[in-house]
């Protein structure tokens, strides 16, 4: 007896291109079949239809301008570049989403989703979310097309598209539940509920209607010529490949492949959040890693700090003869500033020996060095010459400003001073020879 409580069929997938019950697709896919052709309808999705014509994978690389693609209800990232590609190129493509990733190929339109009126003008069953669409033009799509039923549709929105169906609503805005326009030399569709095409829809005569003039807006002829191409029926989590118009150039299919299964992953953790698996092994690493800085952190020791108040003052900003010596030969300081130090100590120096008050000036000071015999004809030059250099930098300094200084090495510092020190020398020992002695 227990064997009759098993079920013999388990409940098919909503969207299911094979689906024979009320939220299957089976009866659109025959519709299209039967107004195009069989061996023009090519469904694409995860269960294609057991009768033949349809596969896992939409091949972007076999599409051809005089194809079609009607997307209903995707549940993968979608390639937006690709489809649009394949219509600039004169393809046509036909979205039917709602609640799926649809929403990518919109914003690459620029089209924003909106929500339904709160109030229905008309409605199934007294149910706002069964709201009553209606044609908002006289598009091909909606021509001798009544009233269209919706389930928990979206509405679409864009300035500059072509209204197709809306949603009269009251007391407030209508909303338009599809637009269409041209991309390049093609077409873009889109209808913000994919349950429109639904089998227990399709009893509508409007929905009904809807249908084949979406069959035929995907196959009729275009201004650049005949079209006569396939439909690709693409459903839910189907599988895209290859770019539209490739050379066959593998590594960049891979490439793109990659591209877009990291963005599946991505939209499906938006869309769904993290799986359970996924979320605890990353609070795993996410503790192991804690756990490992802490413990490195822990165990590392640190050299202690002074505090400030007993901290040694740097001699840069002490005051003094030891600060200002700091100062001078600090490296970011210009060795200007050394060669007039040493000009103001070699001038202070003699002056002092020859008892003068102040520089006299270059040649004077000179001139008395040499009449006080404090230096040699030799070293006199020396003298001389030294002096007209240091001269030459301070008039230098002056002119030019600090920003603008001469550029001097420390070399020519430390050998400008060996020479100042061994004519000082020269000069205080003659001034003590010169000194009368008491007897």
């Known amino acids: 007896m227990l064997l009759f409580l098993v079920p013999l069929h388990a409940f098919a997938k909503p969207f299911d291109a ?3 019950d009320w939220e299957g697709l089976g009866d659109f896919v025959q519709l299209a079949r039967d107004e195009l052709g069989a061996g023009r309808v090519v469904v694409v999705g995860p269960r294609p239809t057991a009768s ?6 939409l091949d972007m690389r076999e599409l051809k301008r005089e194809d079609a693609i009607i997307l209903i209800h995707p ?3 979608l390639d937006t570049e690709q489809y649009s590609s394949f219509m600039r190129h004169g393809g046509r493509v036909i979205l039917l989403d709602d609640f799926g990733t649809g929403d990518s190929l919109l914003r690459h339109f620029g089209i924003a989703r909106v929500p339904m009126p709160s109030r229905p003008a008309e409605t199934l069953r007294g149910n706002p979310q069964l709201a009553i669409a209606e044609p908002a033009s006289n598009h091909p799509v909606v021509q001798g ?3 269209v039923v919706t389930n928990h549709a979206t509405g679409v929105r864009h300035p500059d598209l072509s209204a197709v169906l809306k949603v009269r609503a009251l007391g407030e805005p209508d909303v338009l539940l599809a637009e269409a326009g041209a991309v390049g030399q093609g077409r873009f569709l889109a209808i913000g509920d994919a349950s429109v095409v639904m089998n227990a829809m399709l009893r509508y005569p409007g929905n009904r ?5 979406i069959l035929h807006y995907a196959t009729d002829d275009d201004t650049w010529g005949k079209r006569g191409g396939r439909v690709f029926i693409a459903i839910g ?5 290859g770019a539209f118009g490739s050379s066959g150039n593998a590594l960049w299919d891979r490439v793109n492949e990659v591209k877009r299964a990291i963005e ?3 939209e499906q953790v938006r869309r769904e959040g993290m799986p359970a698996t996924a979320a605890y092994v990353l609070a795993v690493v996410v503790g192991l890693a804690i756990v490992l800085w802490i413990g490195s952190r822990a165990g590392k020791t640190h050299r202690a700090t002074p505090p400030r108040f007993v901290r040694g003052i740097p001699l840069v900003v002490q005051g003094g003869v030891a600060g200002h010596a700091a100062v001078v030969g600090a490296p970011s300081t210009s060795r200007v500033l050394a060669m007039l130090e040493l000009k103001s100590a070699i001038e202070e120096d003699l002056c002092g020996l020859l008892g003068l008050d102040g520089s006299p000036g270059i040649e004077a000071l000179v001139a008395k060095v040499e009449a006080a015999r404090l230096l040699d004809g030799a070293e006199i030059r020396t003298l001389r010459g030294i002096l ?11 002119a030019r400003r600090s920003a603008n200084m001469e550029r001097i090495r420390d070399s020519e510092v430390l050998r400008m001073a060996g020479m100042m020190r061994a004519l000082l020398a020269a000069a205080h020992q003659r001034s003590h020879e010169e000194q009368p002695r008491t007897t």
């Open 388 to 398: 007209a250099r240091l001269a030459n930098i301070e008039t230098g300094a002056i």
């Open 237 to 241: 989590d189907f599988e895209q490949t």
């Open 145 to 147: 097309v009544g009233k």
């Open 18 to 20: 094979a689906g024979t």
């Open 209 to 213: 209607g809807l249908s084949r003039g």
């Open 75 to 77: 549940e993968r990232a």
């Open 52 to 57: 033949g014509g349809g596969t896992t994978k």
């Open 264 to 266: 599946d992953v991505f």
